[in-house]
């Protein structure tokens, strides 16, 4: 289900962005990336070091009066900066309570702490631009901007998102704000948010956003640290294979755990079919590596002969 959720839209948002640079002047393109790495680099040498964090670390109801406080001069200079460069600002309403719950609870450097230091877009705007010279501009007029202090910048048109998607991400708080309240904008290409629109891109990811949440905090996503956790989870907090099955874990990972087959086996709709095609996948993994370890044996061996018949020839006395 995830993968779908994200690679079903990588090739589309590739081939939009593709789309967006053949129709950009290079000039256009080379002030975009001169901005972007002024941003970069103002970000890094700032107040939070490139990091945004918020000053408030437990208090939820804290975090939420301070992002009121902070709303109307943001949506004011957002607007304003809109209007300079003749973008189209949106702001959003503040991020409702029940979604900043589920980010701490599923913040997976969060465990058991219930910190929400690191929510930073309670406070959040997108400013769409209509083509990559009016971002720059865009992009200009914030870094310019003496009522905003940058904190941390991600420019996803250099580096994209899982699922392909572009965007410049700005993390600041204003200027005279004395709870430094962090806030967020996401600088956009028109054609990227039309494209996103007519995928249901949102809509898609608000479905899978959750489920990727919880597989991440239970370290799912990588193959390495699934396993670990898998061992963990079943040796320190005895957690079944149904339990497991449930949070997102695969028989192949329950396996390489040390359960049981017959633990398995009608947990999730698991077949003995599907705990056999698990088996051969492992059985195959482990002949893989014995290959590429004895592949790598006889290349040493070559390796040290010609280093030893090197040697040999360069002895004193032997000219």
């Given amino acids: 289900m995830l993968q779908t959720g994200a690679s079903g839209f990588e090739d589309v948002y590739s081939a939009v962005y593709n ?65 300079e460069t003749g973008a189209k600002t949106e702001i959003a309403p503040l991020k409702k309570i029940s979604r900043i719950f589920e980010k701490v609870l599923f913040d997976s450097k969060n465990r058991g702490m219930y910190m ?7 406070v959040r705007a997108m400013i769409t631009a209509r083509s990559m010279g009016q971002l720059a501009k865009i992009a200009m007029a914030i870094l310019e901007s003496e009522q905003i202090v940058i904190l941390r910048v991600k420019d996803r048109f250099e580096k994209p998102s899982a699922g392909g998607w572009r965007d410049l ?16 904008v996401q ?30 905090y239970h370290n ?49 709709g698991v077949t003995e079919a599907d705990v056999l095609a698990a088996q051969e996948s492992l059985a195959l993994e482990s002949q893989e590596r014995k290959k590429s370890t004895g592949s790598s044996k006889a290349a040493l061996g070559s390796l040290k002969r010609q280093l030893s018949r090197s040697s040999s020839k360069v002895l004193p006395g032997t000219n």
Avoid: W
């Avoid at 991400?169 to 967020?184: A, K, L, R, T, W």
């Avoid at 600088?187 to 007519?198: D, L, N, P, Q, T």
């Fill in 19 to 83: 789309l967006i640079v053949m129709t950009s002047d290079n000039d256009e393109l080379e002030s975009y990336a001169q901005t972007a790495r002024a941003l970069k680099l103002l970000s890094e040498s700032g107040p939070g070091r490139g990091c945004a964090i918020q000053t408030v670390q437990f208090d939820l109801a804290e975090l939420y009066l301070h992002a009121v406080e902070a709303y109307a001069k943001f949506s004011k200079v957002m607007n304003a900066i809109g209007q």
């Fill in 116 to 122: 929400c230091e690191s929510i930073t877009d309670v």
């Fill in 169 to 184: 991400m700005i993390n600041f708080y204003m200027s005279g704000d004395p709870n430094q309240h962090v806030c967020e």
């Fill in 187 to 216: 600088i956009v290409v028109e054609k990227m948010v039309v494209a996103r629109k007519g995928l249901e891109g949102h809509k898609n990811y608000a479905r899978t956003r959750n489920a990727a949440e919880v597989l991440e």
């Fill in 220 to 268: 799912a996503v990588d193959p390495q640290k699934r396993c670990e956790r898998v061992v963990y989870l079943r040796d320190v907090e005895c957690s079944d294979a149904p339990e497991l099955l449930h949070i997102g874990y695969e028989p192949k990972d329950l396996l390489k755990a040390g359960y049981e087959t017959f633990e398995m086996i009608g947990s999730e």
